[in-house]
T-cell receptor
Framework: SQKIEQNSEALNIQEGKTATLTCNYT??????LQWYRQDPGRGPVFLLL?????KEKRKERLKVTFDTTLKQSLFHITASQPADSATYLC????????????FGSGTRLSIRP | DADVTQTPRNRITKTGKRIMLECSQT?????MYWYRQDPGLGLRLIYY???????NKGEISDGYSVSRQAQAKFSLSLESAIPNQTALYFC????????????FGPGTRLTVT
């Protein structure tokens, strides 16, 4: 069955450093990969989408890579700030308009001052 | 005003009771979704609707039912609540098609005692 793996352990990073989160998937060939941010007790908020034919996407301090050979996406936050502390979810979607988005369980990121 | 609203925000109910969670959206989107979130398990899809006349089961639909009253309204019912349905429930919407992000509501925290 389709499976998405995100590091279940929290990631603790010193402010100013680059945070890198990993999303691995198996038994799936997604056309699109999305990243969401979720704060405690709130709904996820969309951050970035990357297509299978795109290797890298950037938005301000965020960068996402998508390696379909490794079946992996990396999510980077450069110059991290305490306000970046949250849980980050990756999500996969297929080619068909009938396909549904599948979410990973998320990685909790904590940026210490 | 929020694009996606959910009522109630918090609910405590007893085993065996019927409960309805409601979701409304002002995005004008055709697609609506119900997810539940449990610690360590991520977002799991309960039901989804691609338009008013289209209702589909997700991966964990047992014990739940839904009603799509209008394009803007999608409600989730627990016919006879049980304790393992205690969770955080999210409604989401998206545009029709692929590669569109989902917009989430603020969530309903449901406790079944």
């Amino acid at each position: 069955s389709q499976k998405i793996e995100q590091n279940s352990e929290a990631l603790n990073i010193q402010e100013g450093k680059t945070a890198t989160l990993t999303c691995n998937y198996t038994n799936y060939s997604p056309a699109y990969l999305q990243w969401y941010r979720q704060d405690p007790g709130r709904g996820p908020v969309f951050l970035l989408l990357i297509r299978e034919n795109e290797k890298e996407k950037r938005k301000e301090r965020l960068k996402v890579t998508f390696d379909t050979t490794l079946k992996q996406s990396l999510f980077h936050i450069t110059a991290s700030q305490p306000a970046d502390s949250a849980t980050y979810l990756c999500a996969l979607e297929g080619y068909s308009s009938a396909s549904k988005i599948i979410f990973g369980s998320g990685t909790r990121l904590s940026i210490r001052p | 005003d929020a694009d996606v609203t959910q009522t109630p925000r918090n609910r405590i109910t007893k085993t065996g009771k019927r409960i309805m969670l409601e979701c409304s959206q002002t995005k004008g989107h055709d697609r609506m979704y119900w997810y539940r979130q449990d610690p360590g398990l991520g977002l799991r899809l309960i039901y989804y609707s691609f338009d008013v006349k289209d209702i589909n089961k997700g991966e964990i639909s047992d014990g739940y039912s839904v009603s799509r009253q209008a394009q803007a309204k999608f409600s989730l019912s627990l016919e006879s609540a049980i304790p393992n349905q205690t969770a955080l429930y999210f409604c989401a919407t998206s545009r029709d098609g692929v590669s569109y992000e989902q917009y989430f509501g603020p969530g309903t925290r449901l406790t079944v005692t």
